[in-house]
């Protein structure tokens, strides 16, 4: 299978997408090497981990380089390399204090001679199937504490950006013990839809069009789902925010990765009263983002990683100015040397109904809407069929806050956009079509792979069948 190359748009990579029976294959593997690996105590388990984790490090730069080709974009290659090592050693140093404190041995029931004793049995197979816009990272997020808890874990990242897989590799080869029960496979959509059947419990992460078809297929196979899908988060920016500092916020939140994160701010909702200077500094600011083009090292954006996410974009720009939005910088898609870029782009005179307002853009693309009151605001950032997550900035936290209580979604930024992904401890959930199943961050993240058994402890006399006799009822 050929591989774009998203500065160049040749292709000039190939993958070998595994097939049904290769990765029935790998799941029988991973399988036989899980009993021992859930054996370990779990601090055992971080210490494996964290040699993982070193020769990540020693090989940074190589998989940042791949990263950079499936990308197109260097310094972000780089923070996710240096950041998975980091959350290797965050699960591997807080994983078994959170296993001791959720296993409650002897608890005491309402029953006075009757304990409790509850152990976390783990899934023994969970399969990853992720996407292309952080392609290292997504591909371990949840990896990681399904290892700790003592899951076999095999991934499968998208086939887009797939360049990384083979350095990772070596890095899992290095680390026998880990080799027995972790796998990153080559594959495509047909690949994923194979690993379902094969696993005992699935995280998914991508558009709610591929995560439909997975949740069905895991109902299917009888196994749970953990489905991490796409957004449109809106931002309110309140009367009395700081103009300027607010649409600095606002393009940052919007255009990290050119867009292309699920946290990205896509909407935008300013009160009429600042709207002037706010919609001024946003233009101003978007206007001296460079692209890294073409000298990779210096710029701010890089090209669209998936060529078809450019034409989804620019075909949701041409929707929104014929039907009456202005375009007041950005807007139409390049050709730089085979790449595909887009400027931030800022729209005004957008309306509810528009393919922009309503669908996942995962491009750098800020359309305004100015409100009059707050409860039009709320209403207008409530309208739609996602709930990942949201901003609302104010002149204090305290009156930002109030609002963001009302805003249906699983995670919102006060005074800033996309801290979820700079936060890990606060878990949350998706609303809407923003996905299903257990939070991935906080200690959800690690309990969601283990089952609960609980052995329940008679220690006195166990009661005789007469005490359901119809006699003692009487
Ligand atoms: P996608 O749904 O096209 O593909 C995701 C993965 O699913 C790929 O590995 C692909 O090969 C695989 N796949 C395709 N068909 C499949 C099938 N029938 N069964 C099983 N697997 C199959 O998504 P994408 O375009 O790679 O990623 C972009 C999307 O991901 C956006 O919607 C974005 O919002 C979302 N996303 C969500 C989060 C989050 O945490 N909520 C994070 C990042 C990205």
């Excluded at 859930?38 to 020693?58: H, S, T, V």
């Excluded at 931002?235 to 919007?254: G, T």
Aim: proline fraction near 5%; include cysteine.
């Amino acid at each position: 299978m050929k591989v774009r190359n998203p500065r160049t748009g040749e292709c000039d990579y190939e993958i070998a997408p595994l097939d049904e029976s290769a990765v029935a294959e790998a799941a029988a593997r991973l399988r036989a090497g899980q009993a021992d690996w859930a054996a370990r105590p779990a601090g055992e388990r971080g210490d494996i981990l964290l040699r993982w984790a070193a020769a990540i490090e020693a090989r940074a730069d190589g998989i940042a380089a791949a990263l950079t080709l499936d990308t197109g974009r260097k310094g972000i290659s780089r923070i996710e390399v240096l950041g998975v090592a980091g959350l290797i050693k965050r699960w591997a140093g807080s994983a078994a204090a959170i296993i001791a404190a959720h296993s409650p041995s002897g608890a005491p029931t309402a029953q006075p001679t009757i304990t409790t004793t509850t152990r976390l049995v783990p899934y023994p197979l969970v399969g990853v199937i992720s996407p292309w816009n952080f392609p290292l990272t997504l591909a371990l997020i949840d990896a990681i504490p399904a290892l700790m808890a003592g899951c076999a874990v095999l991934v499968k990242p998208s086939e887009v950006a797939p360049r990384f897989i083979r350095p990772l590799a070596e890095t899992i080869a290095e680390t026998p013990e880990l080799a027995e029960v972790l796998a990153v496979i080559e594959g495509d959509g047909a690949t994923g839809a194979a690993i379902i059947g094969q696993v005992d419990y699935v995280c998914f992460t991508g558009s709610v069009a591929t995560g439909r078809k997975v949740g069905e297929s895991a109902a299917h196979h009888f196994i749970p789902a953990s489905l991490e899908l796409g957004g449109k988060d809106p931002m309110i920016v309140m009367a009395s925010a700081d103009p300027r500092k607010s649409a600095e916020i606002a393009l940052r939140a919007s255009i990290v990765n050119t867009g292309q994160a699920c946290q990205s701010i896509e909407r935008i909702y300013v009160d009429r009263a600042i709207a002037e200077p706010f919609i001024a500094a946003l233009v101003a600011a978007a206007e001296k983002i460079r692209l890294n083009y073409p000298d990779i090292d210096r710029g701010d954006i890089g090209p669209f990683i998936f060529g078809k996410q450019a034409a989804i974009v620019q075909a949701q720009i041409d929707d929104a100015v014929s039907h009456g939005a202005t375009i007041r910088t950005g807007g139409a898609t390049e050709n730089l040397g085979g790449g595909l870029y887009l400027r931030p782009t800022v729209l005004t005179d957008v309306t509810p109904d528009m393919a922009i307002m309503r669908e996942e853009s995962f491009g750098p693309v800020l359309p305004v809407t100015v409100y009059d009151t707050i409860d039009e605001a709320v209403a207008l950032a409530n309208a739609g069929e996602f709930g990942l997550s949201a901003a609302v900035i104010a002149g204090t936290a305290g009156e930002a806050e109030s609002v963001a209580a009302r805003l249906r979604a699983g995670a919102v930024s006060i005074n800033d956009g996309s801290l979820t992904s700079m936060v890990w401890e606060a878990e949350k959930s998706s609303f809407g079509l923003s996905g299903l199943g257990a939070s991935r961050m906080g200690e959800s993240g690690l309990l969601r792979f283990f089952r609960r058994q609980a052995l329940i402890r008679q220690e006195g006399e166990a009661a005789p069948i007469a005490a359901y006799a119809e006699e003692s009822f009487r």
